[in-house]
């Protein structure tokens, strides 16, 4: 006969839905194998190591499939089902396949990128870092409890700051890994005692939970949780890059191998803008009054400073164009920031998150198919200026109508219809929240990030300065310009596909 201290330990005892939790788990079991056959693969058979990376991640992805039939949750309280610590969902799977197949397509540049930089890039760790952060940035979404989003966020962020300086005896590398440790290290710090406080006046870590007991805190505990909403936002601000935590950026994306800037410009702002939404929308909605001009304000900031910020630097001849889509992702942010301010004030709050939710869609594909557009050219021109890349259609035509094609859809231009599509949805989710100053902030920001879009292309389109002749492209970065540009011309010609992602299932 059991006692009931036994019986209360075997109630404990819960299922897990590996189905549900494959996807971050297989990503995660394929890093560590590619670390230890690391230690027994010669060297001249290393880049076996990136297929089997750009295989685990491919199978990750199409893992995502399974699970359209329902919603899943494992991890649960016991006596509570509601309060679970992880939740494949509609929104969950869409995040997850943001990030997968965009570390999918940064592995692809990176296969190219470690051949021709093999002396300095550790193949062995670079691909174990690279499915590590995957790995936890597919696990934030699913999170549904505070302590493991933070542990999430950190298992996305630790090996990043990694992959930025692992160039070996690249100073540059290494400053910039350096100011992105230090500045997320802080931002992190400010997000726990954020935390600490919410869990202080709540008693529970779960999301679920949190709604429900914030609304009817004590009078006295009122202030800590409000300071601790605000704290909270602090360290997902950091992976948006939302002003003023945008200051490691441009230094950062310049620095790092390129394959890496592309995986940060795309997964880490995928993380960042997920932590949002749940400690947001989902955690504390009853504090939207704190949360929602917060955002708002960072919105308008972070577009103007973002979109400006790129626009002084044009003058520049030796001006980059990593520096330039560096600038370019920080206002892309605060595009992506209004309609999760909006969800502050909007009647139906699931329709304002579903809007960043298809612009960060729209987003990835374009911005990655972009970078594989600048990791070609700087395999000819190794400081990789804006100016490299005059003539570009002299010298290889395909390539200079994707990039412009690309460079059309970020700027909101037709025949880029999908990125005029997403942008006029951010804009009506403003709108209809009432925040018609940001609506106008927008409006005028994208004017602004016209010019430097629109020079940049024709440049494309000029006459060379120098050799026109065509080089062939390695096949992981053709078929990574190829899957980009595919989809973005899909998307152009159908863009209400995007509408299926405003239903994101989060209530």
Known sequence: MSSPAQTQAVNLVQDVDWLAVAPPTLAAVVALAVLVADLFVPDAKKAVLGW?????????????????????????????PGACSYTADRFTLVVQFLVLAGALLAALLSVTALKDERKALPEGEFWFLLLSSAAGAALLPASRDLATLIVALEVASLPAFALVGLR??????????LKFFLSSVTATAVSLMGVSFVYATTGTLYL????????????QLHTLARTGVV???????????????????????????????????VVGKAVGFTGLILV??????????????????????????GNVGALRQQGTRAYSAVRLLAWSSVGQAGYLLVPVAAAAYADDAEQAV??????????????????AVAALVGRRHTLNRVADYRGLYAQNPVTALVLAF????????????IGLFAKVTVFSAAVDAGLGWLAVVMAVNVVIALVYYLKWTGLLFRAPEGDAARHPAPAPLTAAIAVTAVIAVVLSGAPQMVLRFTDTGLF
């Open 354 to 371: 579903g809007s960043t939710v298809a612009y960060a869609l729209m987003y990835g594909a374009v911005n990655l198919g972009a970078f």
């Open 406 to 417: 690309f460079l059309l859809c970020l700027a909101g231009l037709p025949p880029g219809v």
């Open 168 to 177: 070996h005896g690249d100073r540059r590398s290494s400053e910039a890994a």
């Open 280 to 305: 947001t929308v989902v955690a504390l909605p009853s504090y939207g009054d704190v949360w929602g001009p917060a955002l708002a304000v960072l919105a308008a900031l972070t577009m103007t400073v």
């Open 231 to 265: 704290l909270a936002l602090v360290g997902f601000a950091f992976k948006t890059a939302a002003v003023p935590f945008h200051f490691w950026v441009p230094d950062t994306y310049v620095g790092a191998p390129l394959p890496v800037a592309a995986y940060l410009s």
């Open 208 to 219: 679920t939970q949190i709604a429900e007991r914030i609304q009817d805190v004590d009078g």
């Open 52 to 80: 089997i990376s750009v295989a685990g991640l491919a199978v990750s992805t199409a893992l995502l499939l399974p699970l359209l039939d329902g919603d899943r949750s494992t991890f649960c309280l016991t006596g509570d």
